[in-house]
C-alpha cells in the first residue's frame, strides 16, 4: 500500500486542487477501498459553485463511486480484497423513527460520503461495509458509476406511484431529468415530455426516448406540453426547482395530479400557487436520494441495458485534471462527466 494518496480538494469552482495525505486504514467493519471511477455530481458543481444549500466549502467530492475493495477491517464481512463494489453514500444513524422505518434516506442525522465527509475522489478511502454493493459480473466500471445517478430517479419514480398509461413531464433535462425520462418510460409511463432552455439537450432527450421535447421559457407552454400529450398532465417531476419550474408544474398539472421535487433547490422561499394547489387536490412531493432497493433496480436497469450509456457519459478525466472535470460538468454540451482514477 502507498504511503500516501492523492485527495481533491474543493474550495471553489476556480480553486480545485489535488492534495496529498497519508493513505488511510480500514478500521472496525470497515473497508478500504482504491477508487477506479467516480463521477462529478450537479450537486458538485452546485457546492463548488457555492449554491448548495447543504454542502458547505471546501469539501472533498466523490460520492458516485466504483471501486475495488484493497483490505478488508476487522469485522467487516461480506467482502474480500479484489472485489469491485458501488458505494451507496447515506450515512444514516439507524436510530431514528425515519430509519427504523426502512426511510433512512431521511434520517434525521443524515450526512452524504463524498458531501458531508470526505468522499472517494481519491486514490484510497474507507467506508463502513454496508454502505457498498458488489459490482455485477459483466457490468464494467463505466456502467457501474451510473448506478447511484440512476438510484435518484428510480426513487422519485416510485414516490410518483404507478405510472402504467399515464402522462409524464420531466422539467429538466440534465442528468438526473434525463434518467427519470428512462427510469418513467421503464415504469409505464404512456408518453413523455422533456422541457429545457438548451436544444441540445432537448435534442438528446429525443434519442433517448422523449415522446416531445419543448422549451422550457416558451410563453405557451401549457398549451404546447398538452398538445403534445394529446391531453392533460398526470405526473410532473421538477428536476430544476426554482420559482419558474414550481410555477409550471403547478399549471401543468392535472386535477388530482402529482408534482415530484427532484432537484435541490435553492436557499430560501420559493412562491407557490396554494390555491391551485388546493382547488386540484395536486400533491406535492419531495425525493431524497434512494435506499437499497433502489440501488438494486438501478443496478438491474443498466444491467438490462435500458440506459444507452454512450448518450449518458460524454467525458472522461484523469484524477490529476479533476478541476477541468469539473468545468466540464458545466458545459451544456455535457451530461455525466465521470474521474477516472489510476495508481499514483
Same mark, same amino acid.
Given at each position: ?154 426513487? #422519485?419514480? /416510485? ?5 402504467? !398509461?399515464? =402522462?409524464?413531464? &420531466?422539467? *429538466?433535462? +440534465?442528468?438526473? %431529468? ?33 415522446d416531445a421535447v419543448l422549451p422550457a421559457d416558451a410563453p405557451d407552454l401549457v398549451h404546447q ?21 414550481? #410555477?409550471? /408544474? ?5 386535477? !388530482?395530479? =402529482?408534482?415530484? &421535487?427532484? *432537484?435541490? +433547490?435553492?436557499? %430560501? ?30 443496478t438491474a436497469l443498466i444491467a438490462s441495458g435500458v440506459i444507452d450509456t454512450d448518450e449518458i457519459?460524454?467525458a472522461t478525466f484523469p484524477l490529476e485534471e479533476a478541476a477541468k472535470a469539473f468545468a466540464a ?16
Amino acid at each position: 500500500m502507498p504511503q500516501q494518496i492523492r485527495r481533491v480538494l474543493v474550495r471553489s469552482i476556480d480553486d480545485i486542487a489535488v492534495e496529498r495525505i497519508a493513505a488511510p486504514v480500514a478500521g472496525d467493519g470497515e473497508l478500504l477501498v482504491r477508487t477506479t471511477v467516480v463521477g462529478v455530481c450537479g450537486s458538485d458543481t452546485h457546492a463548488a459553485l457555492g449554491h448548495h444549500p447543504f454542502m458547505p466549502l471546501p469539501y472533498h467530492p466523490g460520492h458516485e463511486a466504483v471501486g475495488v475493495v484493497a483490505a478488508v477491517g476487522p469485522g467487516a464481512e461480506g467482502f474480500a480484497p479484489g472485489d469491485r463494489v458501488i458505494v451507496e453514500p447515506n450515512l444514516f444513524c439507524g436510530q431514528c423513527p425515519q430509519c427504523r422505518s426502512g426511510r433512512y434516506n431521511i434520517c434525521q442525522e443524515l450526512k452524504v460520503f463524498g458531501c458531508q465527509t470526505p468522499g472517494a475522489m481519491t486514490d484510497l478511502f474507507t467506508i463502513p461495509a454496508g454502505r457498498v454493493h458488489h459490482v455485477p459480473e459483466g457490468m464494467t466500471d463505466i456502467e457501474a458509476a451510473l448506478v447511484e445517478p440512476l438510484a435518484t430517479p428510480v426513487h #422519485a419514480v /416510485a414516490k410518483a406511484g404507478d405510472l402504467t !398509461g399515464r =402522462t409524464v413531464v &420531466v422539467l *429538466g433535462a +440534465g442528468p438526473i %431529468g434525463l434518467l427519470v425520462l428512462a427510469a418513467a418510460r421503464h415504469a409505464g409511463a404512456a408518453r413523455i415530455a422533456v422541457t429545457d432552455l438548451l436544444p441540445g439537450k432537448r435534442d438528446r432527450a429525443l434519442r433517448l426516448g422523449a415522446d416531445a421535447v419543448l422549451p422550457a421559457d416558451a410563453p405557451d407552454l401549457v398549451h404546447q406540453v398538452r398538445d403534445a400529450l394529446d391531453g392533460p398532465v398526470d405526473v410532473i417531476f421538477d428536476c430544476v426547482a426554482r420559482e419558474q419550474s414550481m #410555477a409550471q /408544474a403547478t399549471d401543468l398539472v392535472t386535477k !388530482g395530479g =402529482t408534482i415530484i &421535487v427532484v *432537484g435541490v +433547490g435553492a436557499a %430560501g422561499p420559493t412562491p407557490v400557487r396554494l390555491d391551485l394547489v388546493q382547488d386540484r387536490e395536486i400533491r406535492i412531493e419531495g425525493t431524497l436520494m434512494y435506499t437499497a432497493d433502489d440501488y438494486r433496480s438501478a443496478t438491474a436497469l443498466i444491467a438490462s441495458g435500458v440506459i444507452d450509456t454512450d448518450e449518458i457519459v460524454t467525458a472522461t478525466f484523469p484524477l490529476e485534471e479533476a478541476a477541468k472535470a469539473f468545468a466540464a460538468s458545466l458545459a451544456p454540451e455535457h451530461v455525466k462527466v465521470l474521474v477516472i482514477v489510476e495508481g499514483p
